[in-house]
């Protein structure tokens, strides 16, 4: 009831309706569910490739050693790749490849037409090169869009989008990092419209912060980057309408960091002892899940927020190329995702 008499007043003064207070806490935003209407809908849009042209996505994915955390990713991936009606290739090689048999992997992954999305699963051991193993990636075919050229291309993406009075769209961003795309596309889903808002992202790392930033940007945002060395960093949090947090720090955080009603996308992964768990210890965020929530309008919980969200984006850039090679090759629009 005070709730209603509260938005009847507002809409009768003319003032904007309130959307939450804190009195009934934050609307949370269910990665789960979300991802799950993603790769449905990239399922579908397969589907219809596969119908109409007789072409499917294709992904590779290369494991190199046994990690049993990197297994269990390549694990995951694999899994969506199939619910999605992809071409699923993965490529065991051991912990102690050389830098040139790792690179010939990749090189005949670049050269395999079928394959429209190729990716070497971190961390690699320490022998090998990281960086010239990444480079060797098909910017074609760089889904997790770390290749220096696909970093390029989303920062000269503004520039473009002026051009056009267009604006940045997840599903034709093509090769730009997954978790990112993913924060991104939680916001729409939630009908939080960037374009005028203040968006603080927490974290300046070349695969979430900076990334981040820039998708925000090209959603007309006006963005804050704020890390460890910002000055009174709770004040600067609690300027934002819309607070990325990729910090890495567990519930870093509080409260009285967040401005009322502001929506916060929480995208770390941590973990902090607890006897009640049977691991004894207990997943959680860079954000203080409880005390926010009392005073956000929407946030992510931990786990079950960004992180689904990660893989469906994957599966979308995978898309996104193969409607691009088809493309190439049939000269017919492949949009539909």
Known sequence: MLLRSILRCSASSGAPLLRHTRAFGASVISGTEISKDVRADVAASSAEMLAKFGERPGLAVVLVGDRPDSAKYVSM?????????????????????SQEELLSVV???????????????????EHLDQ????RSISVEKDVDGFHPTSVGALTRLGEELRQRRDTFKTGKAGN?????????????????????????VLGRSNIVGL????????????VTMAHSRTKDLPAVCRQADVLIAA???????????????ATVIDVGVNFLPDAKKKSGMR???DVDYPGCKEVAGHITPVPGGVGPMTVAMLMRNTLTNAQRRVERLKGSSMYYA
Do not use: Y
């Open 77 to 97: 991936k694999k899994k969506a790749a199939a619910e999605c009606g992809f071409l699923s290739i993965e490529k065991l090689v051991a912990d102690d490849v």
């Open 107 to 125: 090189a005949a992954l670049n050269a395999d037409d079928e394959v429209d999305g190729v990716l070497v699963q971190l961390p690699l051991p």
């Open 176 to 200: 730009v990092p997954c978790t990112p795309l993913g924060c991104i596309e939680l916001l729409d889903r939630t009908g939080v419209e960037l374009s005028g808002l203040h968006v603080v």
């Open 211 to 222: 990334p981040a930033a820039l998708m925000a940007v090209h959603r007309n945002a006006t």
């Open 131 to 134: 960086k010239e193993i990444l």
């Open 283 to 285: 997943m959680c965020g």
């Open 247 to 261: 910090v890495g720090q567990p519930e870093m955080v509080k409260a009285d960091w967040i401005k009322p009603g």
